[in-house]
């Protein structure tokens, strides 16, 4: 109560509207710290009260502390986490999530996968066929489902070429089950009104990753899951549930990540041309490799970025402090923030907010190319597209080096402009996701192949 509060009703009018996370955060809650100089704001949503912390000072306080900060066990009521389950590298912690943090990060460290990410962006050409109109939200997707399935889990879901992947169109039924608002915002409906569907489709593609599981202790390869088996501590649901974690978070991130870069290059040409030549100096004919990669700090600054403008992650999983606590912010004042309560880390918050960036709504890469440069650094309490601290992305290597090579390879062989009356003239218009993931929906990109 002592807290600055967001309306209830305004919240509860932005989901019944289905306004997207990244909007509600723009409307809501960015006006708390850049008009009021607020550190935090509480507003009730997805059935409890949630603090967004606001302030790259206390958010530095909260990130950087996992002990005294440990995640929140999700609701038992939220049929989500029936797929995702609980005992994995995302929603455990302690001595649990150290043994899970460490397997995973030994196994990610192994491989560098780019020339799978340039295979899996030429069976996408093939797709693409000659070019003209194409939905490109709709590729990103399979790419990136495809990316997470062969280099991490070892397993091909085959979205790229085949139309009806039977793992893809499982997702997206209880996917689109989950965006429901008002089971969202009342996940005890869940409990009253049980959905049979969704579940028996859950329980489903649960069985699909033990079946995939089961393959691999037989079938080894160089994936990450491979590795992760080596490690014995594990158990077979928490490789299960890994397992479903990497998919979950792996895909739809990057996913929508790619379609906002892509987005932003169409909206710009001057930027995309820019971009392609320095690519097609720096491939000079041949395939996306380190050395090259690290010759297109253009490109690279346009993956920055596209992540600040569009994050995918607008805010973080909660976090709680058992004991309470209280956080000084920058503007001198302190919040006191009570045991237990539901605390995000709002991430669209630092990376909109004009007090620290100027012009915070438009895409300009050029703010970033100092950092490449190696004038400054990137500054890591205001730009955390990948959070930052012990629970900071462990796949931010994976998910930059996939970017950087799908849109490399693309601006060497297509140049692309949105159709005339295209929504998303201005900037990328995101979908209503059910985790308020920033992803553009409906991206109808023309795309002519360059000769
Ligand atoms: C552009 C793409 C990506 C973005 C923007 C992103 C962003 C994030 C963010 C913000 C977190 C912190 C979440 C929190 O604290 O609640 C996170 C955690 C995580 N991400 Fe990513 N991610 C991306 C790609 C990936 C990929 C490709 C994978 C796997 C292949 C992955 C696996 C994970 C895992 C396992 C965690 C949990 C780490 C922990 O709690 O210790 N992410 N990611």
């Known amino acids: ?22 909007a509600r955060i723009r409307k809501l809650y960015i006006p708390f710290m850049q ?7 509480i507003s009730y949503a997805l059935g409890r009260w949630l603090i967004h912390i606001l302030d790259p000072k206390i958010w530095r306080t909260v990130a950087d502390d996992a002990a005294n900060w440990p995640k929140e066990l999700p609701p038992s009521d939220m049929v989500f986490f029936r797929f995702v389950g609980t ?16 397997v995973v990060h030994a196994a990610l460290k192994r491989t560098l996968p780019i020339e799978q990410f340039t295979v899996l962006t030429q069976k996408l050409f093939k797709r693409m066929g000659d070019g003209g109109l194409i939905k490109w939200d709709h590729w990103t997707m399979r790419v990136a489902l495809d990316a997470v399935g062969t280099t991490i889990l070892g397993y091909d879901f085959e979205a790229v070429e085949n139309d009806n992947s039977p793992f893809l169109k ?15 915002v009342f996940p005890i409906f869940d409990v009253w009104f049980p959905r049979k569907d969704l579940i028996n489709n859950i329980d489903a593609l649960i069985a699909r990753f033990q079946a995939i599981l089961d393959y691999k202790r037989e079938n080894r390869g160089n994936d990450m899951l491979t590795y992760m088996l080596e490690e014995p501590s594990l158990t077979e649901e928490e490789y299960r549930h890994n397992m479903a974690a990497f998919f979950v978070a792996g895909h739809d991130s990057t996913a929508a990540a790619l379609s906002t870069l892509v987005a932003y290059l ?8 820019r971009a392609r030549k320095e690519v097609i100096h720096a491939l000079d004919n041949k395939d996306p490799d380190s050395h090259n990669l690290a010759n297109m700090q253009f490109l690279y600054a346009c993956v920055l970025e596209a992540l600040r403008i569009n994050t995918p992650f607008p805010f973080t999983a909660p976090r709680v402090s058992p004991t309470g606590a209280t956080l000084h912010g920058s503007n001198g004042k302190s919040y006191y923030i009570p045991p237990n309560t539901s605390t995000v880390l709002s991430i669209a918050s630092l990376h909109r907010n004009e007090n620290n960036w100027s012009d915070a709504h438009t895409f300009n890469p050029e703010r970033h190319l100092d950092t490449l440069t190696g004038k400054t650094k990137i500054d890591a309490t205001i730009w955390v597209p990948f959070s930052r601290g012990p629970r900071q992305c462990p796949a931010r290597n994976f998910a930059m080096y996939e970017m950087r090579t799908v849109t ?8 692309w402009e949105l159709p005339p009356g295209s929504p998303h003239a201005i900037a990328p218009q995101n979908v209503f996701s059910p985790f308020g993931l920033s992803s553009p929906k409906d991206l109808y990109i023309n795309f002519t192949k360059r000769g």
């Open 35 to 41: 008009e009021k100089g607020e550190g935090v704001a």
């Open 408 to 415: 490399a390879l693309l601006l060497q062989s297509w140049e």
């Open 1 to 22: 109560r002592h807290l600055p509060r967001v309306s209830f009703f305004r919240v509860l009018w932005s989901y019944a509207n289905k306004e997207t996370e990244e």
């Open 170 to 184: 499982q997702y997206t039924t209880i996917m689109d089950a989950l965006s429901i608002p008002l089971f969202l």
């Open 87 to 102: 005992k994995n590298v995302v929603f455990s912690n302690g001595e649990t999530w150290q043994k899970h943090s460490t």
């Open 266 to 273: 169409a909206i710009y040409p001057a930027f995309q041309e």
